[in-house]
């Protein structure tokens, strides 16, 4: 069983530019959650997409979208970067709302 | 929406002895409390998690504690080891959507 995977594992963009992340689920997974991590804090709830619909959004603009694929792969996208974007990006695959099981994660720096 | 505090924010314990980390939550509603174990540069993953239903529950070392009525709960580690050094997490959710962290706990276990 392949666990969630996540790329680009770095990136560098600078402010105005968008921004596309991407997750594999871990087999068998439907659910997938995105997270914001700044450094030193706990991650932040960005959006959750279940069965290819959002389900539940965080405290976060709507320059924040995602989409999530019949294979239950999903995509962060975020427009308009701001120097705040900052931060470790985190996707997190379950199945229906069991056991959240996290990626390595997508490095953003916005300059 | 749910708002989650952890404390403290860091801690430094020798080898052998045991480590306690809090966290309370606001939103009663809130049945799933996991906690989360994130090593430098690596994933977040699940160490050990109760539901509203229990009161405690235990994994060799590690326990978790739940007090609903005060809306707060417990890691212990007990013997550490320096392996357990990394950065904890504590969360709260209703049903896994919109799981709420709290900033962490960074653990340093001297050997």
């Known amino acids: 069983e392949t666990g969630v995977t996540q790329s680009p594992t770095h990136l560098i963009k600078t402010r105005g530019q968008q921004v596309t992340l991407r997750c594999s689920s871990q087999?068998?997974?439907?659910?997938v959650s995105w997270y914001q991590q700044a450094l030193g804090q706990g991650p932040q709830f960005i959006f959750q997409?279940?069965?290819?619909?959002?389900?539940g959004r965080g405290n976060f603009p709507p320059r924040f979208s995602g989409l999530q694929f019949p294979n239950y792969s999903s995509e962060l996208n975020v427009n308009a970067l701001e120097l705040d974007d900052s931060a470790l990006y985190l996707c997190?695959?379950?199945?229906?709302?069991?056991?959240?099981?996290f990626g390595e994660g997508s490095r953003l720096t916005v300059l | 929406g749910e708002n989650v505090e952890q404390h403290p924010s860091t801690l430094s314990v020798q080898e052998g002895d045991s480590a306690v980390i809090k966290c309370t939550y606001s939103?009663?509603?809130?049945?799933?409390f996991p906690w989360y174990k994130q090593e430098l540069g690596k994933r977040p993953q699940l160490i050990i998690d109760?539901?509203?239903?229990?009161g405690e529950k235990k994994d060799q070392r590690i326990a978790v504690t739940l007090n609903k009525t005060a809306k707060h709960f417990s890691l212990h580690i007990t013997e550490t080891q320096p392996e357990d050094s990394a950065v904890y997490f504590c969360?709260?959710?209703?049903?896994?959507?919109?799981?709420?962290f709290g900033a962490g706990t960074r653990l340093t276990v001297k050997p």
């Open positions: 109760i539901r509203s239903n229990v």
């Open positions: 997409y279940y069965r290819e619909e959002e389900n």
């Open positions: 087999s068998g997974h439907n659910t």
């Open positions: 997190a695959s379950s199945l229906d709302y069991g056991e959240l099981f």
């Open positions: 969360a709260a959710t209703d049903n896994n959507n919109d799981m709420r």
């Open positions: 939103d009663s509603a809130s049945n799933y």
